[in-house]
């Protein structure tokens, strides 16, 4: 799959320094590791500039510190999302440094700090309940090298306090807008901004919230054409895109 | 069910001029009219101030020409909505002053433009496509004696639209605010104002809005604590509502 | 955004006793305070007369409390809706005077008992489980200064017993009706009245109920006009609007 | 599948008069017929007191006829709900006495007029506009052999309305009650009546009656303990089921 | 609200023995008692035969020992439904002969054991999953005053079991059906037999029945025309219209 | 992506006769060819037995022609689901062999008839109304070179219909079963017969069918373990997976 | 309903040796048993080639042990899914060779291993956390006598991954893919293999995937036709259809 | 707002030159203009180098002739979504270099053609149905000056078209991906590049596409990292976002 290595394979063929089978073995053999339960994928790092990052919901703390102690021997960093204290205590045990933030069950390593991104990502929240996503969005696009301007709880019921950080937010690159409840902040920054927002709507609300669904609506039917949305209480998918966007 | 008229029926019996069957009768005999096909509710016109409005959707022209004569008969304006052009012809023919409003099928005789608002009604839009919805509700609280202040086109996307009308927001009673999409707008007035806001979601949009439901659900879950919800593209009950709102 | 206060500042301007620097600081610098987790927002006491309230869910005991003491030093009444009972604790120890309500999560410092309100407001409920959120309206209506009629267990199965409430109904300047199941009291007490009813779906009920959803949607189609909807078991919502309307 | 007719199939087993093969056959041998398009089911007049109803949508004017006819071979009368004016009139060409209710879409024939109902059925609805719904239920009930008492436009809003017919409803056996928007009135005329209430919810309403989904949702959680529910639109289901409890 | 009463009343008001505001003050007086938290409804059991039922979810066992006491002064049954263990205990101590259910969480004081029912109701149920609700059916239909014949296990993925209790069925005045999953086994036992079927959802099944959806509007949308539905695991409303249909 | 093309690739790259960027290239060049607006993927005839399929709504009559040109002069069969009436006369202008069913929408040149399937396959509908969508299941089937017996309008409503062909059924080796409303005949179906059961849900149905989810809710809660579900009146799918497994 | 049985009954009928009531009886006799509270279906053993499987879920352990038991008596298998540990801890004690697996709560006794699946079934997952439902699938194909290819962790994400496992897939008789999130999975490996794929949705997933409404809809919607769906997370489904398939 | 002319206003109020309520008053001027029925807003194409949309649908061509004149006026270029073919007529003939594209209903005048974006934008779609959406992306991205690279017909049924347009693929700057259906191809394309996704759901597919529901909530649950979400069919807002992050 890499055009490169392709190349210079079927010259090894043409050479007869590599046999055709081997030559298909070696075709097939991705560059990720099966470690039984889980395919930890090295090659993202590559594509992506970010090592695999672990999903920890529903995983043994064993499990996780499996999986974690892999990605540490290839990678400097690490990522797990949405991970239990008891996996985050096993894997703090073993690699002393990494930090678990509680809030959004963020467990981190980050050995490598060299700064990827060419300017600013804002991370905004609209209220105090959507800290724990904004959080996750925050350590992520930290974790790939960017720096970011944390804004929170300044939700559109008091616009006031929305104008209060326009110019925090007009220096953004690409900012990134929780919102629980009605979900109209990535709106009203997005009209604000001429930069990208990536909203991320929280499950944070009342009743007719529908644990996400309201605000997620409201993002996708966003007036402001420069919203672009992503998963229900999904701050890494959030923090991750926008991490791309301020690479290029 | 009318306190003082059931007092004097009761009086009546104990003096004998009423029949104790009679009285029962009576009782039993509701100030709604039976026309076959509807019951007119002149009554109505006594506790909300407002005569029977007709809904239109549905109903034959000759039903909307009969309930129409009917309520006329006794009532000096009349407000019919969602009426089809020929119903609204079929009326017009039998009461020349009769107003058609094709955008939002409003078909209204306004005879009595005595005035029962203590202050004005701000009827507000967040895009053209609004406007039918925003008609219905302004000429609703027109017809209950109401001054209307219309805004239209100043969604969220652009809050320096929104905020350009603050001080003629600033100055309404009650605001009916109507929005499609994210119905955000609501929410943003709602901060900037603190009078009540009766929310209007429309039913226009792109995909995801389904139908008005995606501006629902936001305006529901209003961070605004001053914003109320009528039913999909329901004008008609905003601006009712707001009438009876600007009357106390 | 006051203009009072805007128009005074472009006099010192034009007077030199303000820089044009310190101006536009000021103009940024926005009534709200930054508590580093939470902006409290002193400003809105003004607009709709009613001091910040504390949506105590997932915030921690500390958080509550910080904004709680924040709020206290600059008014003389505090609402906390959908606390925890530890949160609860914490504040009556630093304001002894502090009530909590465990049905409903309210938690209530009532210094200023002053009325703002120029009728009464009916809190009215279906059924002795919607008691929980009835309460809450009731708790916040309350505290904005109102005279409450408490109407409970009327629901339409049983319109005798409606009827039998009509009169105090009808004595109400607004009406706030909580029910669950299928919804239907609001309508009919809206039949009944001719002020405007706040209509509170509760999350009461059996399977198809949907946590609410039944009673909401109930509401949103009721075919009496006069009725306009809040969030599923927000009684809050419904005890603020009635309280902005009972002010007028 | 006959308890009697497969006890004497034995009998005539044991005697040799029926071959093994022949009863095996016969057994399966079922009481309808094959008109290669559709099995007209003539037994269900057995177990059901009523022929076949023909669900005319979708099927062109051919198959309608097709299956009246075969309908009207064996039994004296025919319904068809949903029918479309073609195939209403190609009927009526060839079976004169057929009546079609262009409002219901329902076509009749109906020689038989003996009644089977020990009482009367109510068929009530909400507003004019669900005449069509409940229109369908009356029909059914009539040619199943009921006394049906059908009333009209007595919708929640209305109390006195409803209170005005209470003696009428009160003498029902049982009561077919159509509404849609908030679909409150089973609930309302379930606590007025002792006898069972067959609710059927209707599409009419504005936008968030979702077709009919906030009656159907409504009905279903009914504080009243005497209501079922069938499906929205569904008039037939609603006289049927009343017409089976009103037989008993 | 009592006709017979209500004559009775004005003909003493006739003759003076009763005066005018007290005539008024009667006519309010409806035939229920307020508790302060719930207003207990003896005259129920006049209009449907059966004392008001408790819904004991969400109540405190105090409240349903208070309502229960009210309830059995006057009548010598007593229902409550989804009793919590605690709240039955506490009414076991002071009535001892209340029977506690604990897989459906009724509780039943069953003194008169009188037969209203003219002939058996059939509760049947698909699958094991499917007893609690049915047994709540049950054990409504048995207090009301029936013969009920109890059949369990027969879903249609073993039609040849249904077959088999085919001519139990039969035998049944009406049926009370109770299924989870597609929910289908109504339609199969309607289609078997003539007379009425209440249809029971329950929110039994896998991943994509969502808490009883499917079966809900799998039995909506049965194609046995005796077909009716009650809300999800609404075993007690099934039960109840069972007997209200048994009595006629 | 052919692993034995792949090989003999390779091996022409070690004896030189093919360069390495022409192999790279060849590699790449798969066997789809580019019309521009679509690229038919002849190679699936070889990985499923079956030519590209076209589906016909939304592509204009050109569209339509242009693919079944192109795959016609590769294929001796076309299969085209839902076209369009104009589309069916252009390709039979071109084909005159092309034969085109209405009801489904079905256009097929069916020159190949050589049998694959190993049995019979049965294609079952509950209602008449159900017969488009098994058509297209049944036409499916047949292009795919396999027997089908087709049996309809035997819903569970008349479970002696479906026992009378119960004997049909078991003769199939896997059952293709069509339901609308709330369809069971799967469960059914599937409770009767040891073979596999491909449900495909039809959007036909009174209101709280919802276009079919009723059904496919039904069929995915079934209790039958041999049932598996296709998409809503998605016939092609259901006789298309039938056919890979009568070849089995 | 065994033909031949029926035959052979007729035969003793027609013999006299046996009775017409005794043939009734016999004819009424089904295959299965009645244990009380669940009728355990031997005969399904017959006809699907599998004893009862026990869906364990809501059951006590006590009724698990007691299905169990008789099951083992006429069976050598036993499959019970979705086993609470103490009711698998109850099992182990009677049978101590049962196997319990807690991740999938799946509980078997496998003592008759004979082969009659003809080829191999491929097991396929997205990611780690599809484990417990792939589980499911693999220990349902096992005891119905298939041999197993487990692939796990290849999601659509990572292309690659699914690529170099292609020659496994392609040498599947019938696959069997889980999938949670997006649950593109299965339409992936369908573009890559001739054979049927049964598609199994998870309900692992952030917030909008709504506990595999997400998944479901994703694969019913599938672009490759050889697909088709169960329910959520039933890999016991999955397994069980695979296994039927495998054996033609 | 625009914070340079608001520091240059003050000093002119300090100098004198501008009168405080002349300062009030232009604070307030926001650069929009007033049409009456809409606010063009040209302020818009400094923040986002865009100018105004036209959103055509419900708009008479009377209006969008109106709104497009103001546009052209103040911009080169001219962008209407969703025009009717009767609107883009009146305005080709006041502009006759105006381009119609039917399919996708675009309308635009394209005279300022100068490239802003740094690299390329890829356009994919899956099907050809979706080639509607994928236009207006495309359309709107060029309008914004992009250099794009359209790709049709990639769906992930046939992966191995979708690796044979990798490289293509892979040199996209941005990419935005169309699907219909499961809405799968983004995940897969985001597996496979580096850089940001933006997918757009469409509306195509079979009934339980639910008018892009599955494909939208696919999307929104795509285990790609690299993806985000606009409304469904809303090319637009993909073609726009993508060119926004072009530019950076």
Not at 122 to 135: F, H, K, Q, R
């Amino acid at each position: 799959m890499d055009q490169h290595r392709l190349k210079s394979l079927l010259e090894q063929v043409r050479e007869g320094s590599v046999g055709i089978d081997d030559a298909l073995a070696q075709m097939r053999h991705m560059p990720f590791e099966d470690l039984g339960f889980a395919k930890v994928d090295h090659h993202r790092a590559i594509r992506h500039g970010m090592p695999e990052v672990i999903f920890g919901k529903g995983k043994s703390p064993e499990h996780v510190l499996g999986i974690a102690s892999r990605v540490l021997e290839q990678s400097g960093n690490l990522l797990a999302t949405r991970t239990e204290p008891a996996a985050a205590e096993l894997v703090k045990q073993k690699f002393p440094e990494a930090e678990y933030f509680p809030l959004s069950g963020v467990l981190r390593v980050w050995r490598d700090r060299s700064m990827h991104g060419k300017g600013t990502i804002a991370v905004v929240c609209a209220g105090t309940s959507d800290i724990p996503v904004a959080e996750e969005a925050q350590l992520t696009a930290e974790i790939m090298g960017n720096q970011v301007e944390a804004i929170s709880d300044i939700g559109v019921a008091g616009i006031h306090r929305l104008m209060a950080n326009r110019e925090r937010l007009a220096q953004a690159r690409v900012a990134v807008v929780c919102a629980g409840m009605e979900g109209a902040l990535p709106s009203a920054v997005g009209g604000l901004v001429g930069c990208p927002v990536i909203a991320v709507p929280t499950s944070i609300g009342y009743g007719a919230s529908f644990h996400g669904l309201a605000a997620l609506l409201g993002m996708l039917n966003s007036c402001s054409s420069n919203v672009t949305v992503v998963n229900i209480d999904n701050g890494f998918g959030g923090g991750y895109v926008a991490s791309l966007i301020n690479r290029l």
